[in-house]
């Protein structure tokens, strides 16, 4: 296999599963543009590797990411986020064709959360805490959340989730639906791990062909969904409340929204 270096994530080979670790841990793992990239190459690369059958994508103990790269998102605008077209790299983890199995620790927020919804299977340590924080920021989900929470939790708590912004614990996600397992935190990994091998035993071209029957069922009108939810995301960068709102996360204060 070839071996790529990588800044922001780690990468491993074990037992015919390949394991994607992120790894920005000064910023909670935030998703930059940088580690998408680095991500979906690893992804890909596991995808196209005959030795790997099933793939793990995990965090920190501390964080599975706290979301998007507010910083370098606090600029922006509605025409530099159509011109950077970063969703492209997004688009590219829902075309693996290996299922992947989110392992997921602390928090799992915004664009986190997103990612997370993005695998196939969900296996939660006690510790973690799903969301979508975004309108507390001045936005909302971009990257698949509305349409895929709503998916799995249904209108209303998918309502109260993404208008509040307030975090789940992992037993309620459970409950919900949205995690298979919740497991002590430090056993969230092996518990990944052991439910990757049973999968891994099986032909893999039927566990293909399966994975992409399932997201078919599943992904009805997604791209209708995803693509109304990618213009709204792009049009608040047009407000004074997205500027407001990521300020002031970055300078540790409370937003006042306006509405314009
Ligand atoms: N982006 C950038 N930096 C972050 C992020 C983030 N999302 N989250 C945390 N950090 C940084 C903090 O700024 C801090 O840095 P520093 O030490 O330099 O001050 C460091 O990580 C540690 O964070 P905290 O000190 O805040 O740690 P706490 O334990 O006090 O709080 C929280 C942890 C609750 C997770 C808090 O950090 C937080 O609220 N983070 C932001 C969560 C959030 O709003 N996420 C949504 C972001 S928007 C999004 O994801 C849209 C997705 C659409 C896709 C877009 C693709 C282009």
Request: proline share 2%; hydrophobic share 45%; aromatic share 6%.
């Amino acid at each position: 296999m070839m071996t790529l270096t990588y800044r922001n994530i780690l990468t491993s080979v074990e037992d015919q599963i390949g394991i994607v670790t992120l790894n920005r841990p000064a910023v909670l793992n935030a998703l930059s543009h940088e580690l998408m990239g680095e991500l979906v190459a690893a992804l890909e690369e596991f995808d196209r590797d005959d030795n790997v059958r099933v793939i793990i994508l995990t965090g920190s103990e501390r964080a599975f990411a706290a979301g998007a790269d507010i910083k370098e998102m606090s600029d922006e605008s509605t025409i530099s986020m159509l011109n950077k077209n970063q969703f492209a790299t997004w688009d590219r983890v829902r075309m693996v064709k290996k299922p992947i199995i989110a392992a997921v620790s602390g928090f799992a927020l915004g664009g986190g959360c997103e990612l997370v919804m993005t695998c196939d299977i969900i296996i939660a340590s006690e510790t973690a805490q799903f969301g979508q924080p975004e309108i507390n920021i001045g936005v909302i989900p971009g990257a698949g959340g509305t349409q895929r929470l709503t998916r799995v939790v249904g209108k209303h708590k998918a309502m109260e989730i993404i208008l509040t912004g307030r975090s789940i614990t992992a037993h309620e996600a459970h409950a919900l639906g949205l995690v298979n397992k919740v497991v002590p935190v430090e056993l969230f990994l092996d518990e990944a791990k052991t439910m990757a091998k049973e999968i891994a035993k099986k032909s893999p071209v039927a566990v293909k062909l399966a994975k992409e029957a399932i997201l078919k069922s599943f992904d009805g009108s997604l791209c209708d969904g995803l693509e109304v939810e990618r213009k709204n995301f792009y049009m608040l960068f047009s407000s004074e409340d997205q500027k407001e709102g990521m300020r002031a996360f970055l300078e540790k204060r409370q937003a006042t929204f306006t509405g314009r």
